[in-house]
């Protein structure tokens, strides 16, 4: 299917989303391999109480950014990217744009090794290692072919052909049967009173649940300018992700205290490989594939802005790029990826969200300027605060404070350079 430009609106007739389709595509996107093992970054140290306390509270207040988000992309019709030319301007997009492009590729390479690193364990396991189907480099090129044509299918094709018909309903199955599993041979009781050795801080681990979702905002309009209506696209993607997530996300951390003490990314894998003969973490395995999709299709969305070529093509060049990575690069260094994205783009957001809200009222501009700099100055400002918090005072919490000062000095320093201009119709789904 031919994909749409990432700078011009999506028609009314491609706007096919409803709340079941958003609600399929980011719940999927809420589970995943990666998300276990995000889960069991905080066993250790905040344990099973505070742990699932700090992944509610980050993934709801995460989610609800990344709701509003979503209804930026309904609004306009744009990509992720295009759309922030309103909020820093044309020339001022391309920086988020190219940081996007980068990030994603990163991302998309850490799902390849996720799906590569269980694959080969799940082959370990039961024909050895000596076993042509244990060979990682098999997998990483298998998955990233598999990634790749996802990404060229496009969203559309992605979410009505493959997620809703069947995908979504092995992925439950799944999570159903892990969770009974954990209730059936796991001391709950007992691990809900041992409390964490304190090697994370609560705000930390905050940080590590909302850094899930919030990790999501560079590329959520990607898909919800697909979207037939913001009050169905925000219910959509909100409980989407917020059921996938926590749900996945608390598993990490059960799984780790109950059958994995140590911590460590492979003695996870192997309790999970242990369960139900591994039939369960194979779903969840190719389910991974859907967030490889995402991040090699936005990645191509992203780098379209900078260079003029199809989404197609470019998701072929992505596609590629991220598998080399994956071949040669190893899982180390996650936790600090995860603050590394939060650290850009949480204030980012903070900017375009109170620049759609509360400045322009989510009102098309009557024209885009060449730069905004109270946008770039207020982003800026939030990166050095989130920077500042995350290496002397992590123990406050890092995402929510650069997110909100940096909207709240866009918002003082626009109010005192002059109004932004606006005008235009209501965009579609608003109740105005």
């Not at 820093?88 to 492009?101: I, S």
């Not at 691990?191 to 801080?201: K, T, V």
């Not at 991220?322 to 980012?348: D, K, M, R």
């Not at 929510?400 to 606006?422: D, R, T």
Request: proline share 4%; aromatic share 10%.
């Amino acid at each position: 299917m031919t994909q749409y430009s990432p700078d011009i609106p999506v028609t009314q007739e491609r706007r096919v989303f409803g709340a079941r389709d958003l609600f399929t595509l980011w719940f999927s996107l809420g589970v995943g391999l990666m998300v276990l093992q995000t889960g069991a970054l905080l066993a250790p140290g905040l344990g099973l109480a505070h742990g699932l306390l700090a992944i509610v509270l980050g993934t709801l207040v995460g989610v609800l950014l990344l709701a509003a988000a979503a209804v930026i992309g309904t609004d306009t019709g744009l990509s992720a990217m295009a759309s922030l030319k309103t909020s820093l301007g044309r020339h001022g997009a391309a920086l988020p744009a190219m940081l996007n492009l980068l990030q994603l590729i990163g991302w998309g390479a850490f799902e390849l090794i996720v799906m590569r690193d269980a694959a080969s364990l799940l082959a370990t396991t039961r024909w050895g290692e000596a076993s042509v189907w244990a060979n990682p480099l098999l997998w990483t090129l298998a998955f990233g072919a598999l990634a790749t044509l996802l990404a060229v299918s496009g969203p559309l094709t992605f979410v009505r052909r493959v997620l809703r018909k069947w995908g979504i309903w092995l992925l439950l199955a799944a999570c159903v049967w892990l969770t009974w599993n954990l209730f059936a041979t796991a001391d709950l009781a007992g691990l809900w009173q041992r409390a964490g050795d304190g090697s994370l801080a609560f705000a930390a681990g905050f940080d590590i649940a909302i850094a899930m979702p919030l990790s999501w905002l560079p590329l959520i309009a990607d898909y919800s300018r697909f979207g037939r209506s913001a009050g169905k696209v925000f219910k959509g993607t909100a409980l989407g992700f917020l059921l996938g997530n926590v749900w996945l996300m608390g598993l990490g951390v059960a799984y780790t205290l109950a059958f994995a003490p140590s911590g460590e990314t492979n003695a996870l894998l192997l309790a999970l490989a242990g369960a139900g003969l591994g039939i369960p973490l194979l779903l969840i395995l190719l389910d991974e594939s859907e967030n490889a999709f995402a991040d090699i299709h936005s990645a191509a969305v992203s780098s379209g802005l900078l260079v003029r070529l199809k989404v197609e093509h470019l998701a072929v060049l992505v596609g590629v790029v991220c598998t080399l990575i994956a071949a040669f690069a190893p899982l180390a260094q996650y936790q600090n990826f995860l603050f590394l994205i939060g650290s850009v783009f949480a204030p980012l957001f903070g900017v375009v969200l109170v620049d759609h809200y509360l400045l322009r009222q989510r009102r098309a501009p009557n024209a885009c300027p060449t730069w905004r700099g109270a946008a770039l100055v207020a982003w800026g400002a939030g990166i050095v605060l989130y920077q500042a918090l995350a290496h002397y005072w992590p123990d406050l919490g890092a995402t929510l404070p650069s997110l909100i000062l940096a909207g709240l000095l866009h918002l003082a320093l626009s109010k005192v350079l002059g109004p932004v201009s606006g005008g235009g119709v209501a965009p579609a789904g608003s109740p105005r």
